[in-house]
Nanobody, 114 residues
Framework: QVQLVESGGGLVQPGGSLRLSCAAS????????MAWYRQAPGKERELVAY???????TYAESVKGRFTISRDNNKNTVYLQMNSLKPDDTAVYYC????????WGQGTQVTVSS
């Protein structure tokens, strides 16, 4: 069983930065692909950033150049560095881990507002 715990969310002004962390416990390994999703009120959950077990990354068009996903396999942690935040980035952000099954964290709220 895999447990994922996100942290680092909060309230930030437009143009500001946040770094989200996702700590994994249980039978997690570097073989897992990791990703961040987000869901804004009244909208579908969407993929924000993905990192493969080998370190290959992909991003949603809306966050390219502003967000960076990374992983530290020694710490079983994945990060999402978010810069130049916009009000449209306001959402609950979820961390996922996937190998044969997909696991989800409980989410962390990010609010971008002046």
């Amino acid at each position: 069983q895999v447990q994922l715990v996100e942290s680092g969310g909060g309230l930030v002004q437009p143009g500001g930065s946040l770094r989200l962390s996702c700590a994994a416990s249980g039978s997690i390994s570097s073989r897992y692909a990791m990703a961040w999703y987000r869901q804004a009120p009244g909208k579908e959950r969407e993929l924000v950033a993905y990192i493969s077990s080998g370190g290959t990354t992909t991003y949603a068009e809306s966050v390219k150049g502003r967000f960076t996903i990374s992983r530290d396999n020694n710490k079983n942690t994945v990060y999402l560095q978010m810069n130049s935040l916009k009000p449209d980035d306001t959402a609950v952000y979820y961390c996922t881990a996937r190998l044969t099954s997909q696991y989800w964290g409980q989410g962390t709220q990010v609010t971008v507002s002046s």
